[in-house]
């Protein structure tokens, strides 16, 4: 039998980003939380300690499943963002340093796991790319000292000190790899919970979910799909959180004045995202920016074809004339095109469908994701043992 592996996982508890101090149980990014599911399915191979740093005590179980421990330090305010998280990272340090993992992983670099990693000693440091800081700083104009700024220097900085770079698709390994140790492209793990959905399209709902913000489109869509008749129109619905930013409060005035087929649901719950896809007939992401979004791995999960912009790491994942439709996100006739495409063709839709589900079975199951992962750290922990 083959050793276990011992993993400091570290990731962000989103009660403490959220603020939801009273919520009883962590929550994590639906990423995140899809590959503990996978690691809690081989029981006998890998032992997960998850670290989430937090500014208050909070109800926390001590485990999350029989082979995962829940850690939660508790860190001032002077320890996060205003001393870029150093704080954080010498308290989780020391959590670390009592576990003595056989390795580190930190998901994400958008808030203190980055420093987090760089100060866990010498054992290997794996790191994932979700949100890629340094193309959304790029894009945003981020200056010193914004968030933006902060996260995409950190993220610079670990991404040279981590012995491999997880990447999620090969967008993010083409842009990192020359300033790390060693690339990996593993995409994220979907929630089982996805693959369960019985999809059963209604005619003409399509879903666009994301946070409104300006790189993901909201209304640049809606502008394109103005162009189309009014019988073409799909019946559209935004679901994500919309800020008081100038880009949200123009986001809001261009669904209500087109009220007659578009409308804004809000964040959805996990629970209410699969119940929306149960009735999709497919899910649209207009993006300019995105590596691995969540919600084109469950809505293919789910039996939903996707269309989707034509950019970052989106064409690893769907793939035109199978899975669903990529389009010029600039281009409004390119974007009608592709809704049209999947409207007007049932038969080609439901193909897509099931090879959209047949795809996420294959690939985005949480447990052959888990053991992707476990092969990489098996090949550097070996690696690391014949250099000795």
């Known amino acids: 039998m083959r050793k276990k592996i011992t993993i400091a996982f570290l990731t962000t508890d989103n009660r403490e980003q959220l603020g939801s101090y009273s919520d009883e149980s962590p929550h994590f990014g639906t990423a995140m939380?899809?590959?503990?599911?996978?690691?809690?399915?081989?029981?006998?191979?890998?032992?997960?300690?998850?670290?989430?740093?937090?500014?208050?005590?909070?109800?926390?179980?001590?485990?999350?499943?029989?082979?995962?421990?829940?850690?939660?330090?508790?860190?001032?305010?002077?320890?996060w963002g205003r001393s870029a998280f150093l704080g954080c990272g010498l308290a989780v340090r020391k959590i670390i340093n009592q576990i003595n993992p056989?390795?580190?992983?930190?998901?994400?670099?958008?808030?203190?796991?980055?420093?987090?990693?760089?100060?866990?000693?010498?054992?290997?440091?794996?790191?994932?790319?979700?949100?890629?800081?340094a193309r959304i700083a790029e894009i945003s104009g981020a200056r010193f000292p914004s968030y933006y700024w902060l996260a995409s220097t950190l993220e610079a900085m670990v991404v040279k000190r981590a012995d491999a770079v997880v990447a999620l698709t090969?967008?993010?390994?083409?842009?990192?790899?020359?300033?790390?140790?060693?690339?990996?492209?593993?995409?994220?793990?979907?929630?089982?919970?996805?693959?369960?959905?019985?999809?059963?399209?209604q005619e003409m709902l399509a879903l666009c979910v994301a946070n409104v913000h300006v790189w993901k489109r909201q209304i640049e869509l809606m502008e394109?799909?103005?162009?189309?008749?009014?019988?073409?129109?799909?019946?559209?619905v935004f679901l994500g959180r919309s800020s008081t930013s100038d880009y949200g409060v123009r986001f809001r005035e261009a669904v209500s004045a087109r009220s007659g087929w578009c409308q804004y649901e809000g964040n959805a719950s996990r629970e209410q995202l699969r119940d929306w896809l149960a009735r999709a007939s497919f899910v649209i992401l207009p993006s300019i920016?995105?590596?691995?979004?969540?919600?084109?791995?469950?809505?293919?999960?789910?039996?939903?074809?996707?269309a989707a912009s034509n950019i970052g790491g989106i064409p690893d994942l769907v793939h035109p004339g199978k899975t669903g439709e990529l389009f010029d996100p600039q281009?409004?006739?390119?974007?009608?095109?592709?809704?049209?495409?999947l409207l007007s063709h049932n038969d080609y839709r439901d193909d897509c469908a099931r090879r959209a589900r047949l795809h996420a079975l294959e690939n985005y199951h949480p447990k052959s994701v888990a053991e992707r992962h476990l092969a990489i750290y098996r090949e550097l922990l070996q690696s690391k043992e014949r250099t000795r």
């Open 331 to 341: 281009d409004p006739a390119r974007i009608r095109s592709a809704v049209l495409k």
């Open 224 to 236: 394109a799909l103005d162009g189309l008749p009014e019988h073409q129109k799909p019946q559209l």
């Open 289 to 306: 920016e995105d590596n691995c979004p969540m919600v084109a791995l469950e809505a293919m999960a789910a039996g939903v074809p996707v």
């Open 102 to 133: 056989d390795l580190v992983h930190a998901q994400g670099t958008e808030r203190d796991c980055a420093v987090s990693l760089m100060l866990s000693g010498k054992r290997p440091k794996f790191l994932t790319i979700h949100g890629h800081m």
């Open 33 to 79: 939380a899809a590959l503990l599911q996978g690691f809690a399915m081989l029981p006998n191979e890998v032992e997960v300690h998850v670290i989430s740093c937090s500014k208050r005590r909070m109800t926390k179980p001590e485990k999350l499943a029989s082979n995962i421990w829940f850690h939660q330090p508790i860190v001032s305010q002077i320890g």
């Open 170 to 201: 090969h967008y993010t390994k083409q842009r990192v790899e020359q300033h790390a140790r060693c690339t990996y492209v593993i995409p994220n793990a979907v929630d089982e919970a996805f693959l369960r959905v019985n999809n059963q399209a």
